[in-house]
């Protein structure tokens, strides 16, 4: 048991500075290339990293008809969550874009209660009332909160295909290893961005981005894409759905300290107890998880 933790832990951390630093990093890459480019760059860099990945560890990638189809329902957390998220760099800081994307197992419970009629507890409920009040602390108490607004759409537009997309894939079925549907994912992701070319082809930067830029771009490909995804399918094999899930409890509180210190994002105490309050309530909604989590220890 000792061992098992001392490898999960530093894994785990990983994940999170993984994830903390992302949001920065999209924000970093489009300052310098159209957002929808900058997209499309990254997934064309990371299918062949990828793919190599794959040749190196001999995985197969199963081509069956279920299998592609399970690919294109992946790729919908990938590509199309993420063209909301790159979009939306325009109107909100990298650690509001954090903090949103901790709302994402809440709108999954949200989901679960409308299609499958799974049931929430009355903590489950409150929590999510505490994170949307946070939420409003964090934006509507802010003067230019009219101009995040589009932001706030365009966050909750990614967030609701992300979990979308977990649905569906487990309602497809394809039982297929979990790198291989990551990989497969990627792939589509990749053939999917390629659509964006006939409406960005005005837009094809004209010279190299900065340093910064093409760090941004390189973190999210190596990082963000492929050590990210090692990471997440590792633990997933490792630990509970709970207790991943609350990486998203995490990540938002770093992301914000991240874009406070290295992209002179305002620090304003409306911020800090938004975040709170969004924490606090993500943590309600895992009351139950968290004690039957603790009883197991």
């Known amino acids: 048991m000792e061992s098992k933790i001392k490898t999960v832990v530093p894994i785990y951390v990983s994940l999170v500075l993984i994830w903390a630093l992302t949001p920065l990093a999209i924000v970093w890459s489009v300052a310098e290339i159209p957002k929808l480019w900058s997209l499309m760059l990254r997934f064309c860099l990371a299918a062949p990293v990828i793919a190599l990945v794959l040749v190196v560890l001999k995985v197969r990638l199963p081509l ?10 992946g790729s919908f957390s990938l590509v199309v969550s993420q063209t909301f998220t790159y979009l939306a760099t325009g109107y909100l800081s990298s650690g509001m874009i954090a903090l949103m994307f901790g709302f994402a197992p809440i709108v999954a419970g949200l989901i679960a209660y409308l299609l499958y009629r799974h049931r929430l507890s009355g903590i489950q409920w409150l929590g999510m009332a505490v994170a949307i009040v946070g939420l409003y602390t964090n934006t509507m108490a802010d003067e230019a909160a009219r101009l995040d607004t589009v932001g706030l759409v365009l966050m909750f ?36 961005s390629f659509c964006f070319l006939p ?7 004209q010279a190299m981005p900065g340093a910064r830029s093409m760090m941004a771009i390189g973190y999210l490909v190596i990082a963000s894409s492929v050590l990210g995804m090692f990471c997440y399918f590792n633990l997933m094999q490792k630990i509970s759905a709970t207790t991943l899930s609350l990486a998203t409890v995490l990540t938002p509180m770093l992301a914000i300290g991240f874009g406070i210190l290295l992209n002179d994002e305002p620090f304003k105490i409306n911020i800090v107890i938004g975040t709170a309050l969004v924490i606090t309530g993500l943590l309600l909604y895992f009351y139950r998880d968290l004690t039957a989590l603790r009883a197991k220890q």
């Open 199 to 205: 409406f960005i082809w005005a837009e094809m930067p």
């Open 157 to 192: 537009s990614a967030i609701f295909t992300y979990a979308i997309s977990i649905f569906w894939v487990k309602h497809i079925n394809a039982r297929i290893p979990p790198i291989a549907q990551a990989s497969g994912s990627i792939f589509v992701s990749t053939l999917i």
């Open 64 to 73: 069956t008809r279920t299998a592609l189809h399970s690919y294109l329902a």
